[in-house]
């Protein structure tokens, strides 16, 4: 499956920003989806997961209450809304499929977008 991440861009601290993952190819509803992410000069860690339904969803601590992951199989889009974002959200922002939900570690995904950058000011 190709993924094809956007929607980063410059926002203030405590703003909003809502990324896009498109996908094409492969069954979109085949795989679970996540959202990672590598700030300069940091591993690339995990933000948030769901899984093919879109009934289960998983998140990084740091970003819990504040970042919801989604997906419209009919559209083959999964989708992270980021509000109160903070300066320390700034990276990178990767989309991922995976064949099994849960997964939290890179090896775990197949398929990787290109990335899409989110800053914020502080």
């Known amino acids: 499956v190709q993924l094809q991440a956007s929607g980063g861009g410059l926002v203030q601290a405590g703003g909003s920003l809502r990324l896009s993952c498109a996908a094409s190819?492969?069954?979109?509803?085949?795989?679970?989806m996540g959202w990672f992410r590598q700030a300069p000069g940091k591993e690339r860690e995990f933000v948030a997961g769901i899984s093919w339904s879109g009934a289960g969803t998983n998140y990084q601590d740091s970003v819990k209450g504040r970042f919801t992951i989604s997906r419209d199989n009919a559209k083959n889009t999964a989708n992270l809304q980021m509000n109160s974002l903070k300066p320390e959200d700034t990276a990178v922002y990767y989309c991922a499929a995976a064949l099994h939900y849960g997964a939290t570690n890179t090896d775990d995904y197949r398929y990787w977008g290109q990335g899409t950058l989110v800053t914020v000011s502080s």
């Open positions: 190819g492969r069954t979109f509803s085949n795989y679970a």
